[in-house]
């Protein structure tokens, strides 16, 4: 477990009781990580040991993804922030403990580049105006920036000039994206977008292989955890060379294209999203391998289709969101029967669910489990499991 002290107090960020996002802000980070700890174990515990969850050493502005809803105020100023947690008020902040430096300096420059180019702000009751919101994405290990502006009109004055106007103060941004949203919904992003300067998309490095990353591209928050977690799930995978690796939920081919250059003989990803299956092929081929493939579809019937067919798979790698596996998914799982399954989880609750199931129903054993603190000073854990037959 960690030994960093380093004690943030309530009074340090002057929006955390308004903002809600980051729930343990009153504990030392040490408290943290034992507060986490204690909670994994508490409902982990009747699968086996869990090992001492692994912290970070600057547990501070590691969010690479950042973004921030825009509105103008009842005096006609604009302003910009983030939605307190559970609802739909925005909270007014210019920098934030958890995200990226560079990334709120670029928000808070566009904010006050509006006026000088006679641009509004969204309204959601009348549905004028023009930005939404802003979102922008940072290559840790590139430098290279991403910054999207989401409008709520395809109709941009000026473009050109304001794109100028901010890669003036900021060069490092290497790709701006407008994304048209005129919808009335919760949804950040709409479904067109045009790209108004650079090639679209970032690149980032993580476990020496290289990913692009575009506006809607699922890419971890935090790189430096990141590194530690996959790790991990691939020390667990124990890959020897020959094995047949299934990534399910594979997204953009992040863990799938790890594994296929750290060991794997042949790695296969399963994903429904077909925008993140176009950019796991092209990662892949960046990465210059041959010895993995990716499907569009959904993972429980690939497996079932598989088991059906007697073709073998050796590892399962599963990263499914916060909801955990269907029982449709894990009774697939079941029947394909690969020897090792490891499962990477975002929510010890659901987690537990799913580990409750397989050793009910399968004759899966838990062999190892890691919380990693992917989200420092949030509630949320991860938690590497590895499962033998």
Do not use: W
Request: aromatic content about 8%; some cysteine.
């Amino acid at each position: 477990m960690s030994q960093n002290k380093i004690n943030i107090q309530n009074g340090s960020c002057p929006v955390y009781k308004k903002c809600g996002g980051c729930q343990l802000q009153n504990l030392t980070y040490e408290e943290q990580l034992r507060f986490k700890q204690n909670k994994v174990v508490k409902l982990l515990k009747s699968f086996g040991r869990v090992e001492p969850i692994i912290g970070m050493e600057q547990p501070y502005h590691y969010r690479n993804k950042v973004q921030a809803a825009f509105f103008t105020d009842r005096n006609g100023k604009i302003r910009s922030g983030v939605y307190q947690s559970g609802t739909h008020r925005i909270v007014s902040v210019d920098d934030c403990l958890i995200e990226d430096k560079t990334a709120d300096k670029i928000i808070v420059a566009v904010r006050k580049l509006l006026p000088s180019f006679h641009l509004t702000t969204y309204n959601e009751d009348t549905h004028k105006g023009f930005l939404r919101h802003v979102l922008v994405k940072r290559g840790f290990a590139t430098g290279e920036v991403m910054l999207v502006l989401v409008t709520g009109t395809p109709v941009f004055p000026s473009k050109n000039n304001f794109v100028k106007a901010i890669r003036h103060q900021f060069p490092e941004i290497t790709t701006i994206v407008q994304n048209v949203n005129p919808y009335n919904t919760n949804l950040v992003l709409g479904d067109k977008q045009t790209v108004l300067y650079g090639k679209g998309y970032i690149e980032d490095v993580l476990c020496g292989c290289r990913f692009r990353i575009s506006p809607k591209s699922f890419y971890q928050i935090n790189p430096v955890q990141t590194e530690t977690l996959y790790g991990k799930a691939i020390a667990f995978a124990g890959l020897k060379g020959n094995e047949t690796v299934l990534d399910a939920y594979c997204g953009i081919g992040t863990i799938g294209i790890i594994a296929a250059k750290q060991g794997a003989g042949q790695v296969i990803g399963v994903e429904l999203n077909g925008d993140a299956v176009r950019d796991a092929i092209q990662n892949a081929k960046a990465n210059k391998l041959s010895n993995i493939r990716f499907f569009k579809g959904d993972a429980g019937d690939f497996m079932r289709d598989v088991a059906e067919e007697r073709e073998t798979i050796d590892v399962v790698l599963m990263d499914p969101p916060r909801a955990g596996s269907s029982e449709v998914f894990l009774r697939s799982l079941i029947k394909l029967s690969p020897k090792t399954v490891v499962y990477v989880s975002c929510n010890p609750e659901t987690l537990a669910r799913d580990l409750a199931f397989l050793q009910k129903h399968s004759r899966y054993t838990v062999k190892k489990m890691q919380p990693v603190d992917m989200f420092p000073h949030t509630q949320h854990v991860e938690t590497v499991v590895k499962l033998s037959l």
